[in-house]
Structures are given as C-alpha cells and as structure tokens.
C-alpha cells in the first residue's frame, strides 16, 4: 500500500512540475507577444515619421523635375534652331564652309 501512496504522490508532483511549466512558458509567451506589440508598433511610429519627413522632399523633388522638363524642352527648340540655321547656312554658302559635325 505505501508503495502505491508513493506512486500517487510522485504522479502528483509529476503533474506539479509539469502544470508549473506549462503555466512558466504561457507567461513567457504572453510576455513574447507583447515585445513584438511594442515593437511592431514602434516600427509603424518609424514609418510613419519617415513618411512626414519624405513628404516635403518628394514634393520638392517633384517641382524639380517638371522645371527640367520645362528646360530640356526649350533646349530641344534652340537645338531645332540651331540645326534648321545650320542648314541654312549650308544651302547659302554652297557648302563652302564645312558645319557639319
């Protein structure tokens, strides 16, 4: 009979250790969880900030942008010029002088 009581005490503390670690990796995880909150979190704050602080650089990128495009088009007209003058000058002087280049 003892030996059966001791069977029973030793599944009993069996059962004790194993509820104790059980409950030991829930709190664990729980605590997990919650880090990986925070930091999901602070990552989307990160995003966040960046994005405002991007903001004014693409729209000044932007601007930029369409003022070379309002360059390059008024240097594609003057070289138009420049190459109808040439042509010109060619038919003018009978090719005399060599422009082409």
């Given at each position: 009979?003892?030996?059966?009581?001791?069977m029973v005490i030793m599944i009993c503390v069996g059962l004790a250790i194993g509820l104790a670690?059980?409950?030991?990796?829930?709190?664990?995880?729980?605590?997990?969880?919650k880090?990986?909150?925070?930091?999901?979190?602070?990552?989307?704050?990160?995003?966040s900030?960046?994005?405002?602080?991007?903001t004014p650089r693409i729209e000044e990128t932007k601007a930029k942008?369409?003022?070379l495009a309002e360059r390059l088009k008024e240097l594609e007209i003057a070289?138009?010029?420049?190459?109808?003058?040439?042509?010109q000058l060619n038919i003018?002087?009978?090719?005399?002088f060599k422009t082409d280049s």
């Open positions: 009979m003892s030996s059966t009581i001791l670690g059980a409950i030991l990796v829930a709190q664990r995880t729980y605590r997990l969880n880090a990986i909150k925070a930091i999901d979190r602070q990552r989307i704050e990160n995003v900030r960046r994005i405002q602080e991007l942008q369409a003022e070289n138009k010029r420049l190459t109808y003058l040439r042509e003018a002087t009978g090719r005399v």
